[in-house]
């Protein structure tokens, strides 16, 4: 088993230690670059300026800055050394800048001021310092010295680096799938895509790179996003107590400015720029089922079949490596799945989606038709000297396709049609770091397309994963016909989610995982990265039924919640560890099913308004300088709030509640927040509250969603003084028609008082949805109702099959007043 204390192949270790960061520090300068002739060259002073439109350019006689106001709280800045940009491309964004936005140019004695209606950039006269400040002049984020580079002989460009200062009580959060502490203060980072098996806390880089973080300083954030896809670096002042430094091995010096002063304003404003994922399917946010792997098909036939007699819910099965023919991606193993279509359409007969895996790595071999096609068109990558890029991955030697390239994408789209054609629900892209057995990776001199703007793999590295799934979304769309694809992917660069959900790779069966596991979902949720998931259980190594099960807790509120495991693990099943742990797995799975149409109106509010899924204390409160190191309860959504257990034998935790009042969902206690409570944790509870004044939609449990159309959908209310907004989203499910308005957005505004409560509801959307009317429950009313009305009409209580009280609502009630 593997030992979580050793560190892996590419560790890093994070910690500001001295030792390790002067280790860091000479790998980070290439040897040559000690030469005595070779210094690192800083801006001077600035010589003057010049406008077009929103983009203003300034120089110091020599070199250039480009200040581009993309919109009223977002700036970008770029650097060309010599004078002369690099053409504007990227792989990130999403968005064209908005060119009704006011800018202004004023200058003084001391500064230029690029100044929006939000926002004002500020530029040193004497030495080409540049802060952003908010309107009321307080400066949130500024250079600690002038935009510098240095030459690097050896490729030929230059280290581009930026240091600013870093405030005593700064906090910083981001960077994707970090596996350290959620505040990265006094943390060195790296982005270098990497497969890494089986990884340990404080272990970098990992498998994404997502250079974008938020500071947080005196309750005020910002955010900035280094958009270089180059092997990029951060330091949160780890080496300097007074600084934090963003650097790359190549590449433009460009990064965007964006204006808080709420974490919240700064997420929503990264999505802006890099867009969000689409709203998945339905079953996407069900119960997964994974292992490495099932095979033959009786073994498939037989989990799903275990699920559906001990009637715990599940909405897709996983087919890892071992369903192709000798791993030749798009193929089947005939010996394994004789009949692939037939059991795709059984198991979808039996509400179970099929999910299967797809790498890059294409098997060398000219009777393989992949191949032949990928060889005849020119599609795989080559190396600088001309010959093709080879290496070992799973089928064998292999080559890889460059998707960078936009005709290899397309082309790659359509090679998933024979499987989409037998049926195929889902794809999952693995190893697209990319990884190569025994080297890691491509060797640096790897040519890439990257969009007509040419590379190598040093540019490329990081994107690869991303444009391989992008790839496969892009495809799969027109072979869906427009339904909407659901893709998976382990590699990821900064915008990533508008292809695909990601999970967090191959992580271990330990607590320890478990706690990573919290601290990177959370990350990633604020890094853009909403739709993720770990490997509930563990890949590697045995879980207990213990960590299983509090593994499974955390996967409900997970955005992605799937079971999976190395092939050289016991069965994982929810069944997999006696009765016990199977009937508290089940119940939570069965959690997650009745929370649907919550999680789906959470993924609305991810999709439409940038709003991450999940939501660290820091974001929820961040004025609370003690909320900054919190890490272990998280929101989901706006009105859930989880602090999973991880800790075996634990009796009960410590929870902080924010301000506001809660309720505990399993027998709704109600909690004054603003302060810490010890909450029992019995074994089959966790510490899981909904915010008072919430309304918050449940559906009845099913074996899959969709099994049946809910006709009165419950809506529980959960008392609260003041007023509080709630929403509902529903749409056909399947297609993209919410894209043209095609959807429905409720929001139920609840105002109550020590004597009444109000509901009102308004909607957007065209969309008329399944169900005809609500039922609603009321939690912790501080009064005996008297008198209900609706829309102007007195009703009266009805009673449900467990003697329960609640209130029949028409679907389009317009206000309901309770006395
Ligand atoms: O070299 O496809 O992270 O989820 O089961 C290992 C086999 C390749 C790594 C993935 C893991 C998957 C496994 N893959």
Known sequence: MADTTKKGDFANDLLPNPETLDDTIQHVNNPVLDLPNIEKLYLTAVKGYSQEAN???????????????????????????????????????????????????????????????TTICLIRKSDFNISFSNMEGQVLNRDHSAMHWEENVDFGGYYVYCTKEAAADEAFFGLGDK?????????????????TYSYAFNQDPLYKTIPFYIGVTEGKAYGIFFDNTFKTYFDFAAEHQDQTSFWSEGGELQYYYIQGPKMMDVVKRYHKLTGTHYMPAMWGLGYHQCRWSYYPENKVREVAYEFRKREIPCDAIYLDIDYM???????WNKRYFPDPKKMISDLNANGFKTVVMIDPGIKVDDNYWVFKQGKDNNYFCRRGDDYFMEGFVWPGRCQFPDFTNPEVRSWWGTLYKGLVDDGVAGFWNDMNEPAVFGRGTFPNDVRHQFEGHRGSHRKAHNVYGMQMVRATYDGLKKLYK???????????????QRYSSVWTGDNIATWEHLRIGTLQLQRLSVSGLSFCGTDIGGFTGEPDGELYTRWMQFGVFSPFMRVHS????????????????????????ELRYKLLPY?????????????????????????????MIREEEFGFGNQLLVSPVLHPGQANKIVYLPEGTWYYYFDNTYYEGGQEYTIDTPLDEMPFFVRGGSIIPEYPVMQF??????????????????EHTSSLYSDHGETFAYEQGVYVEKHFITTCDAKQVNVIQGEDGLYTPYYTDFNLYLVGLPFEPKQITVDGNKVSMQQDDEGKLFIKLDRDFKKINIQ
Request: charged residues 30%; neutral net charge.
């Open 599 to 627: 999680i789906y109106s959470t993924f609305w509010l991810q999709h439409k308004y940038g709003e991450p899924i999940l939501r660290p204390i820091a974001m929820l409160e961040q004025e609370k300088a003690k909320n």
């Open 55 to 117: 983009t203003v350019y300034f120089t110091d006689g020599k070199s250039k800055v480009e200040v581009k106001v993309y919109s009223e709280d977002i700036i970008r800045i770029r650097l060309a050394p010599e004078g002369s940009f690099l053409e504007d491309f990227s792989y990130a964004i999403s968005f064209k800048e908005d060119n009704y936005v006011s800018v202004e140019v004023i200058e003084d004695s001391e500064y230029y001021k690029v100044k929006t209606n």
């Open 482 to 496: 427009n339904k909407r694809p659901f893709t998976i992917t382990r590699a990821a660069y900064a915008g990533t």
């Open 179 to 195: 596996a350290t502490n959620l505040n990265l203060r006094g943390k060195r980072v790296k982005n270098w895509n990497s497969d």
């Open 566 to 589: 190395a092939g050289d693990t016991r069965d994982r099943e929810p069944w997999s560890f006696g009765p016990e742990w199977e009937a508290i797995c089940k119940k939570f799975i």
């Open 325 to 331: 023919d000798g791993y030749r991606c798009f193929t």
């Open 705 to 722: 969603t969709g099994e049946r159309r809910v006709e009165s959908l419950r809506l529980n209310l959960y008392y609260a003084e003041g």
